[in-house]
């Protein structure tokens, strides 16, 4: 990180705000291009879910090789000015990478869904078999998941 006292450096307060959060954009790559796309996801033990389709762009991204990122933004505020130079963004982000494995097992798959809606306070378990059999699951193991804040406030707990 460039500018080192943004970071929030509390590994519990950048996962609480991380499980604040409803989407997030996830960065994929297929081999040849970046493809990115926004998710509802839910986090846990160092690890995001996220469910979707068997097919498509997304699937096949993670089937090529698994490598992912993400960026959320937690809470943004615009700061306007006189001039352009003056106009910019106060802003706590998290951002992460890692490896994406699709989750195969219909046991596994519920337990994982029952972390993403946990994260949006909805109701867990009882997913039919069916669904559980055409809904693919994905967890991504974190490498890194960074905290930042824009403008740093010197002397803050949080940061």
Not at 22 to 28: E, F, I, R, S, V
Not at 77 to 98: F, Q, V, W
Not at 105 to 124: R, S
Request: neutral net charge; hydrophobic residues 35%; proline residues 5%.
């Amino acid at each position: 990180m460039r500018h080192p006292k943004r970071e929030i450096k509390d590994r519990k307060r950048v996962e609480e705000l991380l499980r604040s959060c409803a989407t997030l954009q996830l960065g994929l790559w297929d081999g040849e291009k970046p493809y990115v796309v926004t998710v509802d996801f839910g986090y846990t033990d160092n690890a995001i879910f996220f469910h979707s389709a068997m097919d498509g762009r997304k699937m096949d991204c993670i089937r090529a090789n698994g490598l992912a990122s993400f960026t959320t933004v937690v809470e943004k505020e615009l700061i306007r000015a006189e001039d352009g130079c003056g106009y910019t963004t106060h802003y706590t982000s998290i951002s992460g990478s890692g490896r994406a494995v699709v989750i195969e097992t219909p046991k596994a798959k519920a337990a994982a869904l029952d972390v993403i809606l946990a994260q949006h306070q909805g109701p867990t378990g009882g997913y039919p078999d069916n669904v559980l059999q055409r809904t693919a699951v994905v967890r991504i193991d974190l490498d890194e998941l960074v905290g930042k804040v824009n403008p740093a406030y010197p002397g803050d707990p949080q940061i």
